[in-house]
């Protein structure tokens, strides 16, 4: 009965894990490294896009790693989502995209 039990909470514990990716929470280093293309951008904002970008884009499918995507694929892609986030209960606001996507944009494809 105990090995039923310990594969059961196994396999839950792997399909959890399965489709997200463990996101980094942005740094005063990234916020330096991303300065250049835009140094308005502030560790507050960064952060709020994390946050947002964590509790609202796992609505339809698992969170993708931020380097998963290029930055045009990701302008196209944060604006697709938005209003299929706000369909599954999400009150994101153009604001709250810009964030999102500022974070995607800061942790992603040029992130080293």
């Not at 105990?2 to 396999?11: C, M, N, R």
């Not at 209003?83 to 999102?100: F, V």
Request: aromatic share 6%; hydrophobic share 35%; charged share 20%.
């Amino acid at each position: 009965m105990k090995v039923i039990k310990y594969g059961v909470v196994l396999s839950i514990a792997f399909l959890a894990s399965c489709g997200s990716a463990q996101l980094a929470s942005p740094t005063t280093s990234d916020v330096e490294r991303v300065s250049t293309a835009n140094p308005d951008l502030t560790l507050a904002e960064l952060t709020k896009g994390y946050e947002l970008y964590s509790a609202n884009c796992n609505k339809c499918h698992g969170l993708e790693d931020p380097k998963a995507y290029t930055e045009e694929e990701w302008r196209r892609l944060v604006p697709a989502m938005v209003p299929k986030a706000n369909r599954k209960g999400s009150t994101l606001t153009p604001s709250d995209e810009n964030l999102i996507l500022q974070y995607v944009l800061a942790m992603g494809p040029h992130a080293k």
